[in-house]
């Protein structure tokens, strides 16, 4: 069964704020990291109406349109509150006010390709390897952009984790579908060879084991235990040649007859 807590958003070519104080993270690892709510994008239509088509039948309707809604993101803040900083920093980045606090101040919009990105949300499914190693569908938003950030409730009380939720308008989207039933035990044999890795997310390490079959078996690890590699098998040590069986019985005697003169050769007299 598919359960809903369980899935990755990026962004790719967003605007970047070098002051977003991330660490090492990239952009793309801490949205992932961050974002705790997204929906699956759905998708409408918009139709006509043709009368006349048969005679008694009245209106007919026809499709023509596709109709693509806004998309809503939650996420997680920390102390620094990055996320509400960036999400503003990328609503201004498109009324671009020159930095300026001036009652007179001029906003300037930029164009549309210089402030959207795209936005790909991965519905996972917990496998052998990881608890995102099964990706069975991801949706692509192309040309998306926050065009509403919501108001952050605070209040006093029990403390609870603050959130952020922002609206995305985008132009269109698709999806890339993939056939997760044939997903087993990825096993990594103990002569398999490491041939890649990266960062996938925050502390983990996504690694590319190439198997004696030519397979490539992908796996993730904690940073931590991501130059660990499989137990080599023991050394094959080859049978030690057997033994020349040992007469049974009386060993038999040589009797060497005596020479004098051999005898006293050896003397030397």
């Not at 699956?40 to 043709?50: D, H």
Request: proline content about 9%.
């Amino acid at each position: 069964m598919s359960l809903s807590n369980n899935f990755i958003v990026r962004f790719e070519g967003a605007p970047f704020d070098p002051n977003m104080p991330i660490g090492d993270f990239s952009l793309n690892e801490y949205t992932e990291f961050m974002c705790d709510e997204a929906q699956l994008p759905n998708i409408n239509t918009a139709t006509g109406s043709i009368n006349g088509l048969y005679t008694g039948l009245g209106n007919v309707d026809y499709p023509h349109t596709k109709v693509f809604t806004e998309l809503q993101l939650g996420f997680m803040l920390d102390a620094d509150l990055t996320m509400l900083k960036y999400l503003n920093y990328w609503y201004n980045y498109i009324f671009d006010e020159g930095g300026g606090t001036g009652e007179d101040r001029v906003t300037r919009v930029k164009y549309r390709n210089q402030y959207a990105a795209t936005i790909k949300i991965t519905k996972t499914e917990t496998g052998p390897a990881s608890t995102t190693q099964r990706q069975p569908i991801t949706y692509v938003l192309e040309q998306a952009y926050p065009y509403a950030i919501d108001a952050v409730p605070l209040q006093f009380g029990s403390a609870q984790v603050t959130k952020v939720t922002a609206q995305f308008k985008y132009q269109r989207h698709y999806t890339i579908n993939n056939d997760t039933t044939n997903v087993k035990d990825s096993q990594i044999s103990a002569a398999g060879r490491l041939v890649g890795s990266r960062e996938v997310r925050p502390g983990v390490i996504e690694q590319e084991w190439l198997q004696p079959n030519g397979k490539i078996i992908k796996r993730e690890v904690p940073v931590s235990q991501a130059d660990a590699l499989p137990t080599p098998p023991p050394p094959t040590v080859p049978a030690a040649p057997a033994a020349p069986a040992t007469p049974s019985g009386p060993v038999p005697i040589q009797v060497v007859p005596f020479d004098p003169r051999e005898r006293a050769r050896q003397l030397g007299t």
